[in-house]
C-alpha cells in the first residue's frame, strides 16, 4: 500500500525568460487587496499536482499570491 502525497516539487523561475518572469510577476490577482496586476514580491516556481504555479507575495499588502501556469498564450 502507498499513500500518494503530491509534493511540491519546486522549479527554477529564473530559468525562464526574462519576458515570461516579466508575465508571471505583472499579471497577477491578490485576494487581500482584490485588485489585480498589482505585482509579486520573490517569485518562485513549482509544481504540484502535475500543474505548475508561481507564487510570490503581493507588493501591496504582501499577502502570498498564487498563479497557476496555464498554457493560454499558445
Ligand atoms: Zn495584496
Do not use: H
Not at 530559468?15 to 509579486?40: H, M, P, V
Amino acid at each position: 500500500m502507498t499513500d500518494k502525497v503530491d509534493e511540491k516539487k519546486v522549479r527554477d523561475f529564473s530559468a525562464r525568460s526574462q519576458a515570461e518572469q516579466r508575465d508571471f510577476i505583472e499579471n497577477t490577482w491578490c485576494d487581500s487587496c482584490q485588485k489585480e496586476n498589482l505585482g509579486l514580491n520573490s517569485p518562485c516556481e513549482y509544481e504540484l499536482s502535475g500543474i505548475i504555479y508561481v507564487e510570490g507575495k503581493c507588493k501591496v499588502c504582501s499577502n502570498i499570491v498564487v498563479t497557476e501556469f496555464t498554457d493560454d498564450e499558445f
